[in-house]
């Protein structure tokens, strides 16, 4: 089983800066089979980037993903109000499928 | 526009027994796989169960195999979960979410989801 492990665990920033997010991964991943997930509280998650670098649908061009092998990173180029949320990162295998997520990232308003 | 709606979530005791359903609009339904994913009170995501667009193929996590059911009726739009034995571990919001793309592949991002359901396992 892959074990996603994100850093860092909490992430203060104020708006307008640049926001480095990672992922890490007990083994290797394929590209393609690692996506970004942001959630705010009480809401469920939004796909962001899926195949490590493509942006889902109505995302915004700050946010960017990128990596390979067992190291990934979602970059937000400059924080919005709207950005402060739980991110996570998620891998998927296709024999059988199976998902697992990272254990989350939080960025908060410093 | 893409919806989907869970219920069935509320309290119950260990040992217990849940259906949870998603009813979906906005696409055709049987092209797309899909999942449950959980998430227990302040912790992050996990993902529980999938099934194929046709409900021929399913998948499930270790941690509820043989105690989930996951199956969907595709002529009325809707997913389900069936949820036996249930521990204080299962608590937790259960969404349900649509495979980005459609066709008979199982794995892949989720780019819709509902607003979950919460599922209460205690005495």
């Known amino acids: 089983e892959i074990v996603l492990t994100q850093s860092p665990g909490t992430l203060s920033l104020s708006p307008g800066e640049r926001a480095t997010l990672s992922c890490r991964a007990s083994?290797?991943?394929?590209?393609?089979?690692l996506a970004w997930y942001q959630q705010k509280p009480g809401q469920a998650p939004r796909l962001l980037i899926y195949?490590?670098?493509s942006r889902a649908t109505g995302i915004p061009d700050r946010f960017s993903g990128s990596g390979s092998g067992t190291d990934f990173t979602l970059t937000i180029s400059r924080l919005e109000p709207e950005d402060f949320a739980v991110y996570y990162c998620?891998?998927?295998?296709?024999?059988?499928?199976?998902?697992?997520f990272g254990q989350g990232t939080k960025v908060e308003i410093k | 526009e893409v919806q989907l709606v869970e219920s069935g979530g509320g309290l119950v005791q260990p040992g217990g027994s849940l259906r949870l359903s998603c009813a979906a609009s906005?696409?055709?339904?049987?092209?797309?796989?899909m999942s449950w994913v959980r998430q227990a009170p302040g912790k992050g995501l996990e993902w529980v169960s999938a099934?194929?667009?046709?409900?021929?193929?399913?998948y499930y996590a270790d941690s509820v195999k043989g105690r989930f059911t996951i199956s969907r009726d595709n002529s009325k739009n809707t997913l389900y979960l069936q949820m036996n034995s249930l521990r204080a571990e299962d608590t937790a919001v259960y969404y349900c979410?649509?495979?980005?793309?459609?066709?008979?592949?199982?794995?892949?991002?989720?780019?819709?989801w509902g607003q979950g359901t919460l599922v209460t396992v205690s005495s």
């Open positions: 979410a649509k495979r980005r793309l459609g066709g008979i592949a199982v794995a892949g991002p989720q780019d819709y």
């Open positions: 906005g696409f055709t339904f049987s092209s797309y796989a």
């Open positions: 099934i194929s667009g046709s409900g021929g193929s399913t």
């Open positions: 083994q290797s991943v394929s590209s393609s089979y």
């Open positions: 195949g490590a670098s």
């Open positions: 998620q891998q998927y295998g296709s024999s059988p499928p199976t998902w697992t």
